[in-house]
């Protein structure tokens, strides 16, 4: 008990009221021009008009409470991906999200678990859970207060999963895929959705972004790196004679599929698509970000690059803007193509008469990899 309270004494408690925008998150007080507060409005303003036109579409398409959706589907998949490209509508989202993942289906065959995982079982990673639970979406209303319901819940989400899958178990990063989750649906919603997305009850299963050595994150990371040298080849160049590697910069955009650190109206709609269409939404919209700042990045030195991988323009992160570039890249074949080189490479390795020696460095060098990847998360700001 004394060090649970170590722990939870570290944590913030409620902020001061102050205006909020549509998504619940703490405006800031200062420090943005009257130009970029009238952009954030007309880009805000534009979903909402979107939306409301929307919203009667998508209810006929869904049905009550999700009962004419599959149907749907299979008539005209064509329209559902087109629509969801465009954007789901915000008071839809969490119940399109849980159609879409398959997280529905599995919530109905399995009642109860979560209610046991929950109360009767216990994590080993009970309080590294508590430590990190204050630095997700700590700008946001429902996670600000210490205690409050939710932290309570985002917590109970991610203990349950570090029992349910105790290979995986907790962690860092894995809050924010919680957390975003639990602002659109119930904590056992919250959880058989990530038990879909890791599991893979639609996609290719997503655990391995967290197991020991970060296994995918690896992959990924060389796949995204080709891509950008096939896609880009004067800014791949660019990256390595200034000797930037896709782990400085990109490894959080695969851990959290963009709910770290980017505008959350840009988040949302990353997530409508990557549930629907997997995880080459994620590569798309990593090549998009760089083929907008292209131009810009290939003057910058290594410093510098850095700082703009954490401040992309604020046109680049517009949802409207960024999402047509990524669906320009077509990347599917492409990316079973090097996902097989990767495995190859890697039973190269194990294959060859040095691995009992060089096996130990390639598990510390993933480890750096990933503890980096995994460092930026400690700071949050969002």
Known sequence: MDKKKAV????????????????G???????????????????????????????KKWRKMIGVGGSDWKHYVRRNP????????????????????????????????????????VIYETSASELEIIRDISRTFPSHIFFQQRHGPGQRSLYNVLKAYSVYDRDVGYVQGMGFLAGLLLLYMSEEDAFWLLVALLKGAVHA???????????????????????????????GQHFIEEMINPSMYAS????????????????????????????????????????????ELVKLPFEKLLHAFRNFPEEATDPDVLLPIAFTFKVSSRLEELEKVYQKKLEGSNASTST??????????????GSRALSNFTNSEK
């Open 78 to 117: 064509h329209v559902v991906k087109r629509r969801i490209r465009k954007g789901i509508p915000d008071c839809l989202r969490g119940l399109v999200w849980q159609l879409i993942s398959g997280s529905r289906d599995l919530l109905l065959m399995n009642p109860g678990v979560y209610e046991t995982l």
């Open 252 to 295: 959080q955009w695969f851990i959290t599929v963009f709910s770290y650190s980017f505008p959350f109206h840009l988040t949302v709609r990353v997530w409508d698509v990557f549930l629907y269409e997997g995880i080459k939404v994620v590569f798309q919209v990593g090549l998009a970000l760089l083929r907008f700042c292209h131009d």
């Open 8 to 23: 939870d004494d570290t944590e913030p408690g409620p902020a001061p009221s102050r205006p909020v925008d549509r998504f």
């Open 205 to 235: 299963p997503m655990e391995g972004l967290y197991q020991a050595g970060l296994p995918l994150v690896q992959q990924y990371l060389y796949q995204f790196e080709k891509l950008v040298l096939e896609q880009m080849p004067q800014l």
């Open 25 to 55: 998150f703490i405006k800031p007080e200062q420090g943005t021009s009257p130009d970029g507060i009238s952009k954030s409005k007309s880009i805000h303003e534009r979903e909402r008009e979107r939306d409301g036109r929307r919203i």
């Open 356 to 369: 009992k020696r060089s096996h130990p460095l390639k598990l510390k060098t993933m480890s750096r990899i």
